[in-house]
């Protein structure tokens, strides 16, 4: 599923602190770009009380959904403590989105795969080392529901990461994320069918594969 980031952005189009008139933008990256799902103007006062705050903040909350992970020039107070609760990450960057939500979601995709290495045994279906720059990696176990963790969690960090030449992927279909990671074009990736529901993809750095 793509993760989606909510942006606080004032008129200039950059980041906003949200005690000041702005907009909620919720964006979404999907084939290699950053896209704006849905946009609500946003506004509160210092002043507010309390119970206007949290009403508000709920608003936000209700109007986000299943988005997560909150940007903003400046989040403090009532505003912080009502997201945190609600199990938001929050982050404080200044600018404009298009400079960071890479860097955010990369962040965000580490933070999630030490949590998981520490709480379900990651490092079992780890990339492997089999040569220097080389690395292979099994994907069937976790295809196959035995780990508690999903195949995008166990790879695409270290795909990200972008240090190595080759990596060997065996899977019984797939995934469709790698499919996208493949089609916006920083890696090549050759797929063949190695027996009954299994599949070897080989990819390489895009700058190792130029003719």
């Not at 050759?190 to 529901?197: A, L």
Request: net charge negative; hydrophobic share 35%; aromatic share 10%.
């Amino acid at each position: 599923m793509p993760e989606d980031i909510a942006v606080y952005i004032g008129e200039d189009g950059r980041t906003a602190s949200l005690f000041e008139r702005g907009m909620i933008a919720v964006c979404r990256k999907e084939q290699g770009h950053w896209t704006i799902l849905k946009e609500k103007e946003f506004s509160i006062s210092r002043t507010s009380g309390l119970p206007e705050l949290r009403k508000k903040m709920t608003n936000v909350q209700d109007f986000l959904g299943e988005c997560k992970i909150f940007v903003g020039l400046s989040i403090t107070g009532v505003p912080y403590f009502e997201l945190e609760k609600g199990g938001f990450s929050v982050w404080e960057y200044e600018g404009n989105p298009l400079d960071f939500l890479d860097h955010i979601i990369m962040e965000e995709e580490n933070s999630l795969m030490k949590r998981v290495a520490g709480e379900c045994g990651v490092d079992r279906v780890a990339p492997v080392a089999v040569a220097d720059g080389c690395y292979r990696i099994s994907l069937k176990e976790i295809q196959e529901g035995n780990t508690g963790i999903t195949t995008k969690q166990a790879l695409l960090p270290f795909i990200r990461k972008g240090e190595f030449y080759e990596l060997e992927v065996l899977c019984s279909h797939v995934p469709p994320w790698l499919e996208a990671e493949l089609a916006a074009g920083s890696l090549c990736g050759e797929k063949s069918k190695t027996g009954d529901n299994e599949f070897k993809i080989t990819i390489t750095r895009k700058y190792c594969c130029q003719p």
